[in-house]
């Protein structure tokens, strides 16, 4: 049994900071079971067919539909997310179902010229039992993307959600239990110590990781001695870039969504802010006019804009970095009224893990601000006056997940789409996903690819065939 394993771990509501429910971690025995479980439904499920297997993630996606409420609510308590703006990611989780059900049925192949007698061809087949370890920031979301894919390509999966956020991944296991076959879908629970577990268990083909690139460093060590196939979609100190010809209304709309959506706990979340010096002034205080403005509130209030963060742990850290950026000189704006980021502890949200959006004018690049994922509605900015300053600005940064830049101008969006180093690109835009459109990051934003027709890559692997038949009679060469 690991360490800790077995015992009941208590759930935080992080809007309140009071327990809301209690779990039990998976014992190393209860990990190999659903493993073991899993291996012994493969054949069964990838022998049962494409259309089989697309009819049962309709039927998986339209009880998901069936249960929003209950999701929403699961979200709301576990996540700490508003309920208004939770209700579209289980919307999203239905349609990322529904896709990879059309994806079973999609055709996938190659054939290749031969010589007479034979036939070439090469064809994707199942890995086998895939193991989908998932984040807390959007813990339904994240286990629909990955469970998608992998049941529609005929393998059968085991989720391990985030220690924080395990409740509403153990309704969509149990949905899974009532539309798909024994052992197809199973989960695990707890922290660390089970993802090493599924990542070393010699039944688990591949390694579907989303979390912070040290974790996916330290999954990727673990599956290396099985050779296991490993995708990772990590963390990203993202660049939102502005040019004085762009929409600055537009654009300060997104910045504000960009750093304070869902709290700043987005892997995409645009985090650092590079503004043309012409219009820096105004640009920011615009952004943090907007930013302050946000609703914050009980996450039970339709109108609460602003959440909590997903843990005490999560507030001390973006306390520390503002707190590091100040000492050192850089102003900090923040709400009026507010002297820190972390609320009174005898005012209205007091008791749980809320902070205040924060601005950092002209952070310098050797502070955690500009150069960390911080996951908490933090934002760094710097001034630019050449495109060249602000690309080399935009790449000021080990991470390689995704950038938005706003310009009027063609051509520079031409010449940024060519050189900017990140997996996702939106030009006068940002945010934009859509479940037909494969998503991942470059450098130390990971490998591999979530959603569209690429996730096969992740969940399949080729197969070079040549079948030799005999000529008929009175042919050959």
Request: overall charge negative; aromatic content about 6%.
């Amino acid at each position: 049994m690991t360490p800790g394993a077995g015992t009941e771990r208590e759930l935080y509501d992080p809007a309140t900071g009071e327990v809301h429910a209690r779990l039990a971690d998976s014992t190393a025995e209860e990990c190999a079971a659903a493993v073991d479980a899993a291996a012994r439904a493969f054949d069964g499920w990838q022998d049962a067919g494409p259309r089989h297997r697309a009819g049962c993630l309709r039927a998986l996606a339209a009880l998901v539909r069936a249960h929003r409420a209950d999701f929403v609510e699961l979200e709301r308590v576990g996540a700490g997310k508003p309920v208004a703006r939770i209700g579209g990611e289980v919307d999203f989780a239905v349609r990322a179902l529904e896709w990879f059900a059309e994806q079973a049925l999609r055709p996938w192949g190659e054939v290749h010229p031969s010589g007479p007698g034979t036939r070439a061809y090469t064809d994707r087949v199942a890995l086998g039992v895939c193991a989908a370890i998932v984040p807390s920031n959007y813990p339904l979301l994240m286990a629909a993307w990955k469970v998608g894919g992998a049941l529609a390509y005929g393998n059968t999966a085991v989720v391990k959600p985030a220690p924080e956020t395990p409740l509403s991944v153990r309704l969509l296991v149990e949905l899974g239990r009532r539309v798909l076959p024994e052992g197809v879908l199973g989960a695990v629970y707890g922290g660390a110590a089970a993802g090493r577990l599924l990542c070393a268990l010699p039944g688990v083909a591949a390694v579907s990781f989303t979390g912070s690139t040290a974790a996916g460093r330290e999954v990727a060590a673990h599956c290396a001695p099985g050779l296991k196939r490993v995708s990772l979609e990590l963390g990203g100190k993202n660049p939102l870039v502005v040019f004085p010809d762009a929409d600055l209304e537009a654009a300060a709309a997104s910045a504000v969504e960009a750093f304070t959506g869902n709290s700043g706990q987005m892997c995409v979340g645009a985090s650092r802010l590079i503004v043309h010096e012409s219009v820096r002034g105004d640009f920011v205080r615009e952004v943090a006019a907007r930013a302050f403005a946000r609703r914050v509130g009980p996450t039970a209030d339709p109108r609460t804009e602003l959440g909590p963060l997903i843990s005490a742990r999560a507030v001390e850290r973006v306390a520390s970095a503002v707190g590091e950026a100040v000492d050192k000189g850089v102003t900090a704006l923040l709400p009026p009224g507010r002297r820190e980021v972390r609320p009174e502890p005898s005012g209205p949200h007091g008791g749980g893990f809320y902070v205040s959006p924060v601005v950092l004018d002209e952070v310098p690049g050797e502070l955690r601000a500009w150069r960390e994922e911080l996951f908490g509605p933090v934002l760094a900015v710097r001034g630019f006056r050449t495109e060249r300053e602000a690309l080399e600005l935009a790449h000021d940064t080990e991470y390689g997940l995704s950038a938005s830049v706003w310009t009027a101008d063609g051509g520079r969006v031409e010449r940024f789409a060519r050189r900017l180093r990140a997996g996702m690109l939106w030009f006068n835009t940002w945010g934009d996903t859509d479940e037909h459109i494969s998503v991942g990051g470059i450098g130390h934003s990971g490998y591999g690819r979530e959603l569209g027709v690429h996730a096969a890559e992740q969940y399949t692997q080729t197969r070079a065939v040549w079948l030799a038949h005999p000529a008929a009679p009175g042919e050959g060469p």
